[in-house]
């Protein structure tokens, strides 16, 4: 059997009959992946703390800003942090010049016993680490749903004063 995709009239119609989408697309900016990612009304970046993921999302950033994708729409989230590492998400938020606005901490156990017994995490503890990181996440993922979209900058003319030579005096 084939899926045909026309990304469009399927995100169109997923729209119309779902409150919340969530879309789980590989790290490659497939065309299938950039019509998802321009018909969303907020992206989750989630990235590791290693140089790979970073050097990744520090790409995905370049390629939102290129297309003009607004940033404020983009939630950028370090999943598996670990203070044994030695990358802070500090360290990432300069590196690459966005704001890291949620964290999810490594927590081995709390992980793979949700795994192995089939039940989300969520759904359990509340005061684990992983559990408020998720939290930190839907907060601001609500909020860049919330934020209204800026007015634009009205345009200045600056007047000419003096006469500006090209090339040279």
Do not use: C
């Amino acid at each position: 059997d084939y899926i045909f995709w026309d990304g469009e009239k399927q995100m169109e119609f997923l729209k119309r009959e779902y409150v919340y989408l969530v879309a789980d697309t590989s790290s490659a900016l497939s065309e299938i992946t950039l019509t998802i990612l321009e018909m969303s009304d907020a992206i989750v970046l989630l990235a590791t703390p290693d140089i790979p993921s970073i050097k990744n999302a520090s790409r995905f950033f370049d390629t939102m800003e290129a297309l003009d994708y607004p940033a404020r729409q983009v939630v950028f989230v370090m999943n598996r942090m670990d203070k044994k590492a030695g990358i802070t998400a500090a360290a990432v938020a300069e590196s690459i010049k966005h704001k890291v606005v949620a964290q999810i901490p490594l927590d081995e156990k709390t992980v793979m016993t949700s795994i192995n017994q089939g039940v989300p995490f969520l759904l359990g503890d509340k005061s684990r680490p992983p559990v408020q990181g998720l939290y930190d996440v839907i907060e601001a993922v609500q909020a860049a749903l919330s934020e209204p979209e800026p007015e634009p900058a009205p345009v200045e003319k600056k007047k000419v004063t003096e006469r500006v030579r090209l090339f040279g005096s």
